[in-house]
């Protein structure tokens, strides 16, 4: 490659639109769901990060939402478009991975096997649709096809934000669930162990994404008009299933070697 080839930023450029598509539909499916409960959102404000693109965007609550019920909808429908989206784009990606030519798949962007192994979700994925790819060293770098790498991306921004901390996505789906009170415990709970993670080393996007989280998010979001009427079994069952994506998502996978 020459000094200031620009065909590698050319190159790269349809993995940046597509995250950003897929942050564009988390941010679509929370204004639909706001604009249909009542409630009155500011604009986006978009988070970089090296290591994904993007860690999401900041949305602040400019009016009270009317229930606890009204509220989770708001905070659930973002990140369960997002991840189901992203994981549909991982697998065309998987499939358009194994059945490429060779002179294909020497234009796909090269990974470690072990960033694959870092997420229990998607390393369950590539066991059963790429198995061969799992029984190499996690040190071997292999292609993948672009919609794999826009999915990872949009799967793991989805699922970060979807932590039980203050202002994410994640906290106020707590909150509307657990109450504000249950909503701060876990709050602190979660940063905590964050902090353990940067402490130790065992995951780099939890420093970045802990500090951004610690200076912007932690702290609790607006009030619900109506606290006292909790949420429904089904919405429950919602969050529950949304939180275990999450940590499907975050987790590595056993033979991994560690965490994002």
């Known amino acids: 490659m020459e000094k200031n080839d620009i065909t590698v930023l050319i190159a790269c450029f349809p993995i940046f639109a597509g995250v950003l598509t897929i942050q564009a539909i988390h941010e679509a499916a929370q204004y639909l769901v706001a604009k249909r409960a009542g409630i009155k959102i500011g604009l986006p404000v978009l988070l970089p990060s090296f290591q994904l693109g993007t860690f999401g965007s900041i949305v602040p609550l400019r009016s009270f939402p009317v229930s606890r019920a009204k509220l989770l909808d708001f905070a659930l429908s973002g990140p369960l478009a997002g991840m189901l989206v992203s994981i549909g784009a991982m697998a065309i990606g998987i499939s358009a991975t194994v059945y490429s030519s060779a002179d294909a798949l020497a234009h796909f962007p ?40 826009i999915g990872f991306a949009g ?26 009170r249950n909503a701060t415990l876990a709050s602190l709970l979660t940063l905590t162990f964050m902090a353990l993670l940067s402490l130790t080393g065992m995951s780099n996007i939890a420093i970045f994404w802990g500090a951004i989280v610690v200076f912007f998010q932690r702290q609790p979001d607006i009030p619900v008009r109506n606290e006292v009427t909790e949420v429904d079994d089904t919405r429950v069952g919602a969050y529950v299933g949304a939180l275990a994506l999450t940590i499907m998502a975050l987790a590595p996978f056993p033979t991994g070697q560690g965490m994002l």
């Open 110 to 149: 090269v990974v470690p096997v072990a960033m694959l192994k870092a997420s229990y979700f998607v390393g369950s994925m590539l066991s059963f649709l790429a198995p061969k790819t799992m029984i190499l060293p996690s040190s071997q770098p292999v292609p993948v096809h672009p919609l794999f790498m």
């Open 155 to 180: 799967f793991i921004t989805n699922a970060l934000n979807m932590l039980p901390i203050g202002r994410l996505d994640g906290g106020r789906a707590y909150t509307a669930v657990f109450g504000a």
